[in-house]
């Protein structure tokens, strides 16, 4: 059985700190952060947390926002769709070539320096995150959801 658990307010004030300074804004404060794994991040209602979790058969609650890595928060693609209509910093913008290069799965190669993990955005939309190193954008796009042909 996976564990559940809530996060403690000091733990999700640490990563909306880091999330605010990252990106210039944080999740909705209405939501809770539970974990699972230790790594895997989901927001939840506070409502869900006045239930007996222990007495649930429960894999998965709320919405998947990103993982917790020891370099940092890494948001998932809905993560930062919830981030980047809010985020003032911490954004690449791709132009239409590369960001069907960006959902193939495929690294692109950028004249930018390093950078941490920035919110990858095309147009109004947001797709993941991704870090430029060595003058390549790492991408963490999801292998289930990559795509093998991208139509113009």
Same mark, same amino acid.
């Given at each position: 059985?996976?564990?559940?658990?809530?996060?403690?307010?000091?733990?999700?004030?640490? %990563?909306?700190?880091? &999330?605010?300074?990252? +990106?210039? /804004?944080?999740?909705?404060?209405? #939501? !809770?952060?539970?974990?699972?794994?230790?790594?895997?991040? +989901? &927001? $939840?209602?506070k409502d869900l947390a006045r239930l007996d979790l222990s007495k649930l058969? #429960?894999?998965? !609650?709320?919405? +998947?926002?990103?993982? =917790?890595?020891?370099?940092?928060?890494?948001?998932?693609?809905?993560?930062?769709?919830?981030?980047?209509?809010? !985020?003032?910093q911490g954004i690449l913008d791709l132009d239409d070539a590369k960001i069907?290069?960006? $959902?193939?799965?495929?690294? %692109? /190669?950028?004249?930018?320096?390093? /950078?941490? &993990? $920035? &919110? %990858?955005?095309?147009?109004?939309?947001? +797709?993941?995150?991704?870090? %430029?190193? !060595?003058?390549?954008? =790492?991408?963490?796009?999801?292998?289930?959801?990559?795509?093998?042909?991208?139509?113009?």
């Amino acid at each position: 059985m996976n564990k559940l658990r809530f996060l403690p307010t000091k733990e999700v004030k640490k %990563i909306n700190h880091e &999330l605010q300074e990252r +990106y210039g /804004t944080c999740f909705d404060d209405h #939501l !809770a952060y539970m974990l699972l794994r230790e790594t895997d991040l +989901y &927001l $939840v209602t506070k409502d869900l947390a006045r239930l007996d979790l222990s007495k649930l058969r #429960l894999n998965t !609650a709320g919405l +998947y926002v990103g993982e =917790l890595m020891h370099e940092g928060f890494r948001p998932s693609i809905e993560g930062s769709q919830l981030l980047g209509k809010h !985020a003032t910093q911490g954004i690449l913008d791709l132009d239409d070539a590369k960001i069907r290069q960006w $959902v193939k799965g495929e690294e %692109i /190669t950028m004249e930018k320096e390093d /950078t941490p &993990l $920035v &919110l %990858i955005r095309h147009g109004h939309d947001f +797709y993941g995150a991704g870090k %430029i190193k !060595a003058k390549k954008l =790492l991408n963490f796009y999801p292998k289930h959801r990559r795509l093998s042909v991208v139509s113009s």
